[in-house]
């Protein structure tokens, strides 16, 4: 079965600061990717996603990923964080195919903390 | 954008009694709805996954008799959870597919407390 790591439980950051959320996944082959955010009090939205081609991706918000195969990674980046970012992240996965290939895995999630 | 309600966003039932939380896709026929569970600091894990029609699929060591699904419209799933128990209190998330691009929308939870 597929699974997914989230490294960090605990981000804490300064605005303006850079983030860089780190996730991995166990699943060897094709593979659809995803960052969730969970702001306080509302539901999971959808960050960006990782079908195929460019495996640099921009997102909402600023937030880009970035999928290395080789190191079975999709790790979430910005360049300068604002106090709203404040929220939970979640990576997700889903085999690269249809039927219950359509099932996310998700990671643990990492709470990150913009102090103004 | 597309729409997941999910209702009730909170409720408290005695023991022994049974929760049914409606998702519905408000702007978006769902293929294919999940329902996941949520514990503290912990993430979200599949319970069950429905297609419109058909008997829902559960993942391994979910009780189906337990946590009834109904996905009878291609907008509207339940999930009863029958004689509730303390150890049942969770949040419970539901996501709707619909579409061909690996869209899933989610509603926004039910946070589920038995007394």
């Known amino acids: 079965a597929q699974s997914v790591s989230q490294h960090n439980h605990h981000v804490i950051l300064s605005e303006a600061a850079s983030l860089e959320l780190g996730c991995n996944y166990s699943y060897g082959g094709t593979v659809n990717l995803f960052w969730y955010v969970q702001y306080p009090g509302q539901h999971l939205q959808l960050l960006l996603k990782y079908f195929s081609g460019d495996p640099l991706v921009k997102g909402i918000k600023g937030f880009e990923a970035e999928f290395i195969k080789s190191k079975f990674s999709f790790n979430l980046r910005k360049p300068s964080v604002q106090w709203s970012d404040t929220a939970e992240y979640f990576c997700?996965?889903?085999?690269?195919?249809?039927?219950?290939?359509?099932?996310?895995?998700f990671g643990k999630g990492t709470l990150l903390t913009v102090n103004p | 954008g597309a729409v997941v309600s999910q209702h009730p966003s909170w409720v408290i039932c005695k023991s022994g009694t049974s929760v049914k939380i409606e998702c519905r896709s408000l702007?978006?026929?769902?293929?294919?709805m999940f329902w996941y569970r949520q514990f503290p600091k912990q993430s979200l894990m599949l319970m069950a996954t429905s297609n419109e029609g058909s008997k829902a699929t559960y993942e391994q060591g979910v009780e189906k008799d337990k946590f009834l699904i109904n996905h009878a419209s291609l907008t509207l799933s339940t999930l009863t959870v029958t004689s509730a128990h303390p150890e049942d209190s969770s949040f419970y998330i539901c996501?709707?597919?619909?579409?061909?691009?690996?869209?899933?929308?989610f509603g926004s939870g039910t946070r589920l407390t038995v007394v």
């Open positions: 702007d978006f026929q769902a293929t294919t």
């Open positions: 997700a996965v889903t085999r690269g195919s249809g039927g219950s290939n359509y099932k996310l895995t």
């Open positions: 996501s709707a597919r619909g579409g061909g691009d690996y869209g899933y929308t």
